[in-house]
């Protein structure tokens, strides 16, 4: 399933924009999705390093809370990339 986006786009002549709807092609889902895999390595890694800082008894059980918190990137990257296909459409 390819991820998409819809964005506003005004018109003139109207009050009320007119939406368009911009997809990822699978190359480009799987590339997000990739940057976002070794940057989660990285930020999984940094959360554990946090959560040692915090208590080293239950530093695995706050990794996973920091990283949850964290983590939530890939669909922020995907529609990052759609608003950057949207805007070089125009």
């Known amino acids: ?5 819809r964005f506003p786009k ?5 009050v009320y924009p007119k939406w368009v709807e911009i997809s990822l092609t699978e190359e480009e889902e799987k590339e997000v999705e990739q940057l976002a895999r070794e940057e989660h390595v990285k930020l999984f890694k ?3 390093e946090d959560a040692k800082k915090v208590d080293d ?5 706050i990794a996973l809370g920091l990283f949850d918190k964290r983590a939530s990137h890939v669909v922020f990257l995907k529609e990052k990339k759609c608003k950057e296909k949207f805007e070089a459409s125009d």
């Not at 399933?1 to 986006?5: D, E, L, Y």
């Not at 005004?10 to 109207?14: I, R």
């Not at 008894?57 to 059980?61: C, F, N, Q, R, V």
Request: hydrophobic share 35%.
């Open 1 to 5: 399933m390819v991820f998409s986006k």
């Open 46 to 48: 940094d959360c554990v």
């Open 10 to 14: 005004t018109t003139e002549g109207s």
């Open 57 to 61: 008894a239950g530093s695995i059980s």
